[in-house]
């Protein structure tokens, strides 16, 4: 905790911006795609009964559903021990890279304090 203090008084920030994940949810579920006929053959009932009764369907697969709640504060590094000046939570779901959710994550928090004219 000093080595920390000492750089962030050292180097003279007034506030420092954290985020951690608080929750994360990974669900596979079976997606089944619907059923379709084939196309009728209306010559004869026996012709017409065999190609409907029969049912064209793409067998089913699993999807993965990732969900990521990110917690992010604000502190106002003025005093001693840090003050809370801001927090908010964030909900990212199927991210296609770390790197791509942080930067997402980043640019909202960003318009955020900007917002409330925090930075």
Known sequence: MDQLRNVVQGQGFDAVLVSRIVQYHKTVHEVQDPVFPLESYYGTLYGY???TSQMVYSPSYLQTEQKVQVETNLYATT?????LVWTGTSDTTNPRS??????????????ELQKQNLI
């Open 49 to 51: 009964y065999g190609f």
């Open 98 to 111: 770390v790197n791509d959710a942080i930067n997402a994550i980043a640019k909202l928090v960003a318009q």
């Open 79 to 83: 005093t001693p021990e840090g003050v």
